[in-house]
């Protein structure tokens, strides 16, 4: 089981950018991919962007596409989203979360093992 904490997450205005953080303990941190997943009120939790147990290849939804980045330090047992140009739709708790192998887990929930608590993103018009 990996125990995972996300950080960063604030209010901030259109435009602006913000870096999330998820830092993971409990399992060899590069044996793994991660993911990004929000979830906005009113709605359900959605795929953002994923990485692999090595970060060589990244994976990204349409909608953040050029916009997000996500990233990982591997030896720091830490995974990062750099979000830019973020829109108000942007708004969501955003989770963290831990494939069951290095390889890409794909976009659906049922792909990743374990969950950080999320942190809080708003983006104010």
């Not at 953040?64 to 980045?69: A, D, L, N």
């Not at 973020?86 to 093992?113: H, M, N, Q, W």
Request: with cysteine.
């Amino acid at each position: 089981q990996v125990q995972l904490d996300e950080s960063g997450g604030g209010l901030v205005q259109a435009g602006d950018s913000l870096r999330l953080s998820c830092a993971a303990s409990g399992r060899t941190f590069s044996n793994y991919a991660m993911g990004w997943f929000r979830q906005a009120p009113g709605k359900e939790r959605e795929f953002v962007a994923a990485i692999t147990g090595g970060g060589l290849i990244r994976y990204y939804s349409d909608s953040v596409k050029g916009r997000f980045t996500i990233s990982r330090d591997n030896a720091k047992n830490t995974v990062y989203l750099q979000m830019n140009s973020l829109k108000p739709e942007d708004t969501a708790v955003y989770y963290c979360a831990a494939g069951r192998g290095s390889i890409y887990p794909g976009r659906l929930e049922a792909g990743y093992d374990d969950w950080g608590q999320g942190t809080q993103v708003t983006v104010s018009s």
